[in-house]
């Protein structure tokens, strides 16, 4: 998980960078903008994944929003290219499995933001059959098709969070993600979480025990303040 | 093994082997150094254990806990040595809850043993709880029996009735806590305390908890008196691997108000070193007594915990 910890400080600016919307394409950007001139040895390249990512139905302004963020970063054109790749390849992957289960929004701009956030989760070191977990659990647990997506992407960024500062097992960290997808907490909630795992660890709990007391309390309907009793009947005291 | 005891371990066999998961154990020993500004420093050793299983309805967790700790003499003669000091304390705990959609119900014994300044006494305890949850909103009514053997103690009966409910990051908890006590000095008393505890869970690695109220006593000759009881507790984690905890109690009888009973603590802990399922670590607790008279201690030891 050492790698994955490495790359969730990441995740709020990734998210935010998501979310800007883009109306050009990469071959307007390699053509006007001035940062564009390092990368001219990648333009084909580039442009080669921009047409496959437009065969497979999604929205050249994924990778073009890619492509600005790794040219301001100065990245050095050949890793920026195989990161573009990849990239391609992540949103293919996730914009068939939301798609076969009718989980993308008709429109356009919505159906982009789900793919762009999910993309955001993917990156910082989530599995796509775990996102797909997540995505089932928010099913299961009341979500309908237009927000199961979002709530599963709650829910990883939750865990995400938690894990960066107190890391879990993958078995833990799995649980508590899919756990809060599937819960009856209103995803505003999920943020908390945080500071529930700050007062179990600090009462000598470990990461794992508070997650596992979390998990149960989720599964059976329960709230924050029945985690946060869960948790005391197992605090040390000072 | 007796007829009797059989048939509980019995019991408690069948019952964890209702739940649908795998017990979960951890464990926890810890040594230390003491120094108490009135009686000198001590060494401090405890050890602590609980196995739990959760099922998807039932729970089972079994705890117990030991600590001892053993007067030394101040250098330089800072402070008079009181082998009195040392003492020792167990204390073991059997909780069983069951949850049903929204209903929760637990049911828990209690019993410990202590021996503090030459003599031993002991604690006994029955406590329930019993609650309903809807989407946001809480309700429990939670009922205990206690027995203190100790010649400040006694038998006491209690009902907590307490809310719970969320509101932004803040969870409110109304409350009222109802007591009767029969002392062992043969005196008794009867206490009401209503009070509002919250606790706040922002999106940082940081929480606090605070609870005021109004306490109301009244003893079997008619005396009555009353206060307003006040808590705090903080907990937060600065940085990685770095916790800090800290709490502070204190009564403002009334009509006066001036601070009584304080305490406070302030706990500074470092993960030194940790894998999965093991951690070591270092307290560091600063604590303050105004019970009787003001006196601080310093706590520094070490911890292992196997989870």
Do not use: H
């Not at chain 2, 209503?194 to 109004?214: D, H, N, R, T």
């Not at chain 2, 009881?229 to 403002?252: C, H, I, N, Q, T």
Request: with cysteine; proline share 5%.
């Amino acid at each position: 998980m050492s790698l994955l910890r490495a790359r969730l400080l990441l995740v709020p600016l990734l998210l935010a960078a998501a979310s800007l919307a883009a109306g050009q394409g990469t071959r307007d950007w390699f053509e006007r903008d001035p940062e564009a001139a390092a990368y001219a040895g990648i333009r084909s390249g580039v442009e080669a994944l921009s047409l496959r990512a437009q065969g497979e139905g999604l929205p050249e302004s994924l990778l073009l929003r890619r492509l600005v963020e790794g040219a301001a970063k100065r990245a050095e054109p050949e890793r920026l290219l195989l990161a573009l790749s990849e990239e391609t390849e992540r949103l293919v992957a996730l914009k068939k499995a939301l798609g076969g289960r009718g989980l993308l929004p008709r429109d356009p701009a919505k159906a982009e933001g789900i793919l762009a956030e999910g993309s955001v989760i993917l990156r910082a070191g989530v599995g796509l059959p775990l996102l797909l977990s997540a995505v089932d659990a928010s099913q299961s647990g009341g979500a309908g098709p237009d927000a199961s997506a979002a709530r599963a992407y709650a829910a990883l960024g939750a865990a995400i969070s938690v894990n960066a500062r107190f890391p879990l097992g993958e078995a833990a960290f799995r649980a508590l993600a899919l756990a809060l997808a599937g819960s009856s907490l209103p995803e505003g909630r999920f943020g908390a979480f945080v500071a529930v795992f700050a007062r179990g660890r600090a009462s000598g709990l470990a990461a794992d025990r508070i997650a596992e007391v979390s998990v149960a309390v989720l599964d059976a309907g329960g709230s924050l303040d029945r985690v946060e009793k869960e948790l005391e009947r197992r605090m040390r005291k000072p | 093994m007796t007829r009797l005891a059989a048939r509980r371990f019995a019991v408690l066999t069948a019952l964890l082997s209702l739940a649908a998961s795998p017990s979960l154990a951890e464990a926890v020993l810890g040594a230390g150094m003491v120094y108490d500004e009135a009686s000198g420093p001590s060494l401090a050793a405890s050890a602590q254990g609980a196995v739990e299983t959760i099922g998807s309805r039932l729970a089972l967790r079994l705890e117990g806990e030991g600590e001892a700790s053993v007067a030394l003499p101040a250098p330089l003669g800072a402070a008079p040595f009181d082998p009195s000091a040392s003492g020792a304390e167990a204390f073991g705990l059997v909780e069983l809850s069951y949850t049903a959609g929204s209903l929760n119900c637990l049911g828990a014994a209690s019993g410990g043993l202590s021996l503090e300044e030459g003599a031993v006494s002991y604690s006994a305890g029955l406590r329930g709880r019993v609650a309903v949850q809807a989407l946001e909103l809480s309700a429990s009514l939670s009922p205990r029996l206690g027995f203190d053997s100790s010649a400040q103690g006694g038998l006491e009966l209690g009902l907590l009735g307490e809310c719970s409910f969320l509101a932004a990051d803040l969870v409110l908890k109304p409350r009222l806590d109802l007591s009767a006590f029969d002392f062992r000095d043969g005196s008794r008393a009867f206490r009401a305390m209503p009070g509002l505890a919250l606790s706040w869970y922002p999106l940082v690695p940081l929480s606090i908890s605070f609870e005021a109220g109004y306490r109301r006593e009244w003893t079997a000759e008619g005396a009555a008196t009353s206060g307003i009881p006040l808590s705090l507790s903080l907990f937060a984690s600065p940085l990685d691997k770095v916790f800090l905890r800290a709490g502070a109690e204190a009564l403002a009888p009334l009509p006066s108000g001036a601070l009584s009973d304080a305490a406070a603590y302030l706990e500074l802990s470092f993960a030194l070193a940790g894998r999965a399922g093991r951690e070591l670590r270092l307290p560091l607790r600063l604590s303050y007594d105004g019970d009787a008279e003001a006196r601080y201690s310093l706590y520094a030891g070490l911890e292992l915990s196997f989870d």
